[in-house]
C-alpha cells in the first residue's frame, strides 16, 4: 500500500513500506519486503511494515509477499520507484599563505599554501590563481606551490578547490605588495662635508 507507484525519494531518505494481507482459511504469520528481488525486512506482526533507507539511485522494483499459517505464499504485483541522487556538498578551502598585507622585496618568492577537504567526497586538484592567471594546479596534498623572481607589484591571490563530482569552491582574494630593492643607498640620507681653510687640505677662501 505504500509507497505508491511513480513516487520518488531523495538519497538517503528513509522510505515506509507498507502491505496489507489477510487469509480467507486461516492467518497471515509474515509478510516479506523485497526491492529488485533482494528481501529488505519482513514483518511477522500487523500492520505490516519495515522501513528501506539503502537505495541506491536509480528505478527500483518493490514488492511484497505474505505468507499464511499454512506455508502458502502471494506476492504483489511490482511498484516502480525512483531514487534520486543526493545534491553535491561543494568543497571547502583556505588560503593560509601568504598572509593579506604581506610586503616582500623585489625578486621575491611568495610560497602559496591552501587547505581543503571535501564532506562527502575527496578533492581532484586545488589551483592557485594570481589575479585571473592560473599559476599551479595540485592533484594531491600537500596543497603548496613557490613563485620565484616575482617583480615589483601589487598582487591578488586565491584558491580553488574541485572535488570528485565537479562541484568547486575558490577563497576569498589575499593582496600583497612586492616592493622594489633598493639602490643608489636607498633612504640613507646624504652626508654633507663641509671644508674650511687651512684645514682638511682645503687651500680656499671661506
Not at 601589487?154 to 622594489?180: C, E, H, N, Q
Amino acid at each position: 500500500t505504500s509507497p505508491a507507484s511513480g513516487a520518488s525519494f531523495p538519497e538517503g531518505t528513509a522510505i515506509p513500506l507498507a502491505a496489507s494481507a489477510s487469509d480467507s482459511d486461516g492467518t497471515v504469520v509474515k509478510v516479506e519486503f523485497f526491492r529488485d528481488a533482494v528481501k529488505i525486512g519482513e514483518d511477522l506482526v500487523a500492520p505490516w511494515s519495515v522501513t528501506w533507507s539503502d537505495g541506491a539511485p536509480g528505478a527500483h522494483a518493490l514488492t511484497a509477499r505474505a505468507t499464511d499459517d499454512d506455508g502458502a505464499p502471494t506476492e504483489t504485483a511490482a511498484v516502480t520507484v525512483t531514487i534520486l541522487p543526493a545534491a553535491n556538498a561543494p568543497p571547502a578551502i583556505a588560503l593560509t599563505s601568504p598572509t593579506a598585507g604581506t610586503s616582500l622585496v623585489a625578486p621575491a618568492t611568495v610560497v602559496l599554501s591552501a587547505s581543503a577537504s571535501d564532506a562527502d567526497g575527496s578533492i581532484a586538484k586545488v589551483e592557485f590563481f594570481s589575479g585571473a592567471a592560473l599559476v599551479a594546479t595540485l592533484a594531491a596534498p600537500p596543497y603548496s606551490a613557490t613563485l620565484t623572481d616575482v617583480p615589483a607589484g601589487s598582487y591578488s591571490f586565491t584558491a580553488k578547490a574541485t572535488d570528485d563530482d565537479g562541484g568547486s569552491t575558490t577563497t576569498p582574494s589575499t593582496g600583497i605588495t612586492v616592493t622594489p630593492s633598493g639602490t643608489g643607498g636607498g633612504d640613507t640620507p646624504p652626508v654633507t662635508a663641509i671644508l674650511r681653510q687651512g684645514r682638511d687640505g682645503y687651500a680656499g677662501t671661506d
